[in-house]
């Protein structure tokens, strides 16, 4: 395994048990040392043991001039990160030591298939939260939910996306 690989898994060890705290701090490091990422001020982080995605309003980021409101593609780029990265940690989470090999090849693989966003109020606020949840689990594929939230706790954005491995 390149090193490149042990940094994006956790140094995970084949056969042994998956320490999941540590392969999700590996999973954020990855992200979050990304350029797209970096270029345009998101995060990954682990709270309460599950990640979430955080960015801070930018002048940058706004879509709408006349209402100063965070453009759409913001938040369908955080919407879709953190629905990736959560079913990575998801994989992770679900496997065996057995398994492992091959569920390094599905981490390694995930990409987006198709995504849905619908966007519930204007984008206003200091900062935004996204978290992700597990629909659904498959052999080939999996199907997340995700929400975006303001620094007020409202919802701003929701969206279902199937990501494919």
Known sequence: MSNAEKNW??????????????????????????????????????????IEAYIEMQPYMVGNVAFQILHGGVAATILDSVGGIVAMGELY????????????????RLATVDMRVDYLAPGRGKYFIARAETL????????MRMTMVNDEDKPIATAIASYAY
């Not at 989470?93 to 390694?108: G, H, M, N, Q």
């Not at 659904?136 to 199907?143: A, D, I």
């Open 9 to 50: 898994t956790g140094n995970i060890h084949l056969g042994a048990k998956v320490d999941i705290d540590v392969v999700l701090r590996q999973l954020v490091n990855a992200f979050n040392g990304s350029p797209f990422f970096q270029h345009n001020g998101m995060s990954m982080r682990v709270v309460d043991g599950q």
């Open 93 to 108: 989470k679900r496997t065996e030591p057995d398994d492992l090999p091959d569920t390094i090849k599905k981490v390694t």
């Open 136 to 143: 659904r689990l498959g052999r080939k594929g999996c199907t």
